[in-house]
């Protein structure tokens, strides 16, 4: 079964609409697969963000990521990388459609609500950089 990388960020939690969010993806079918609350470190961060550390937006999205607690979820399912990446809509909220979770509550490309694996191969980094993979089979 397919495994993907969820992170509910500190917007999502500030406006308290975490379950809401979680509910869409259980009513599609997906199981929780593993779950943890975190506050997130920059050198995290950096490791997560690699291919935005060395551009000047990498300082606003660490500030952002660290401004309050995350929750860290692994979703499974059939497709699952696929269709949450169509659940949650594109990167920027401004574009994002009405009917994605984005497109719904988030404001703009860093506050998105949520943050979707893009790939079997993020899914499966991004899931050893946040869990010890021991616990699961990717």
Same mark, same amino acid.
Do not use: W
């Given at each position: 079964?397919?495994?993907?990388?969820?992170?509910? *960020? %500190?917007?999502?939690?500030?406006?308290?609409? +975490?379950?809401?969010?979680?509910? $869409?993806?259980?009513?599609?079918?997906?199981?929780? /697969?593993?779950?943890? +609350? @975190? *506050?997130?470190?920059?050198?995290?961060?950096k490791?997560?963000? @690699?291919?935005?550390?060395?551009?000047?937006?990498? %300082?606003?999205?660490?500030?952002?990521?660290?401004?309050? %607690?995350? =929750?860290?979820?692994?979703?499974?399912?059939?497709? =699952?990388?696929? $269709?949450? $990446?169509?659940?949650?809509? %594109?990167?920027?909220?401004?574009? /994002?459609?009405?009917?994605?979770? $984005?497109?719904?509550?988030?404001?703009n490309? +860093? *506050?998105?609500?949520?943050?979707?694996?893009?790939?079997?191969?993020?899914?499966?980094?991004?899931?050893?950089?946040?869990?010890?993979?021991?616990?699961?089979?990717?």
């Amino acid at each position: 079964m397919e495994k993907t990388l969820i992170i509910f *960020k %500190p917007d999502c939690l500030k406006k308290r609409i +975490m379950g809401t969010v979680l509910d $869409r993806f259980e009513r599609a079918g997906f199981e929780i /697969a593993g779950c943890k +609350m @975190a *506050k997130l470190e920059p050198d995290l961060l950096k490791e997560h963000y @690699a291919h935005l550390a060395d551009k000047p937006i990498f %300082p606003g999205i660490s500030a952002f990521m660290e401004s309050g %607690p995350v =929750v860290v979820m692994i979703l499974q399912g059939d497709n =699952v990388i696929k $269709r949450v $990446r169509e659940m949650v809509g %594109p990167t920027d909220s401004v574009h /994002a459609p009405t009917g994605t979770i $984005r497109g719904d509550y988030g404001y703009n490309a +860093m *506050k998105n609500v949520v943050h979707a694996s893009d790939s079997l191969e993020s899914a499966q980094a991004e899931i050893g950089r946040f869990f010890d993979v021991g616990d699961f089979q990717i």
